[in-house]
């Protein structure tokens, strides 16, 4: 149980096609994040909600939307991907970090996406 | 922006020591994060250095030089199941809060 609970765990979609993903967490965290892993490459951060306001935007593309609803619930909404987008997508929560003393990362298992 | 560097592989063997090298280059410096990661599982967290010196807990002890831009994570004891990838993350303080980057990960091998 790892206080971050992510659904679906696999998820293989066409290029046309609309989908989310869906990520809660239950340790009462007030910063949500998304984080894209991919074979051979460092975790490349995505998005960051912080107080369910967007406070970092990667320059990723407009076909991954983010929503945060609430500090609990944080959403990727997927729409016309391409092949090269197939990765692991990991959500993770987190204390408000300081910039004295940073506070570490609880990450969910993860939604393997495959883009046909 | 951040370089960071730490072995691809590592092979060790069941009850030996393992030490995973991590170097970095940064500016803004707010700490020094190592990760596991078993395939197919979230990334859990195993310590965090923001001073320099070593930090213990149990098998699992990290160090960490600011001066020298280095740390790394001392397994001991090794366990099959200590057999996973390993992630050195640097925190740096940035105009929009702290932004975290990851290495690309260290895949420990624990054999027989």
């Known amino acids: 149980e790892t206080g971050v609970t992510q659904t679906p765990r696999h998820l293989v979609m066409g290029m046309t096609n609309k989908k989310s993903l869906k990520c809660e967490q239950h340790?009462?965290?007030?910063?949500m994040y998304w984080y894209k892993q991919s074979a051979k490459k460092p975790l490349e951060l995505m998005f960051v909600?912080?107080?369910?306001?967007?406070?970092e935007n990667n320059s990723v593309p407009s076909r991954f939307s983010p929503e945060c609803p609430n500090s609990s619930h944080l959403f990727l909404h997927l729409h016309t991907l391409q092949p090269e987008d197939s990765a692991l997508y990991l959500c993770?929560?987190?204390?408000?970090?300081?910039?004295?003393?940073?506070?570490?990362?609880?990450f969910g298992n993860g939604t393997r996406l495959t883009v046909t | 922006g951040q370089n960071i560097d730490q072995p691809t592989e590592m092979t060790a063997t069941e009850g030996a020591i393992v030490q995973i090298n991590c170097t970095y280059q940064?500016?803004?410096?707010?700490?020094l994060f190592w990760y596991q990661q078993h395939a197919g599982e979230a990334p859990t967290f195993l310590s965090y250095?923001?001073?320099?010196g070593l930090e213990e807990k149990g098998r699992f002890s990290s160090f960490l030089s600011r001066s020298k831009g280095y740390s790394y994570l001392l397994l001991k004891e090794l366990q099959m199941k200590d057999s996973a990838s390993y992630l050195c993350?640097?925190?740096?303080?940035?105009?929009?809060?702290?932004?975290?980057?990851f290495g690309t990960g260290t895949q420990l091998k624990v054999e027989l």
């Open positions: 250095n923001v001073l320099d």
């Open positions: 340790l009462g965290h007030n910063a």
């Open positions: 993770a929560s987190s204390q408000a970090r300081s910039a004295r003393r940073d506070s570490p990362l609880h």
């Open positions: 909600y912080s107080l369910e306001e967007r406070v």
């Open positions: 940064t500016s803004g410096f707010n700490g």
């Open positions: 993350a640097v925190s740096e303080v940035t105009g929009g809060g702290n932004k975290l980057t």
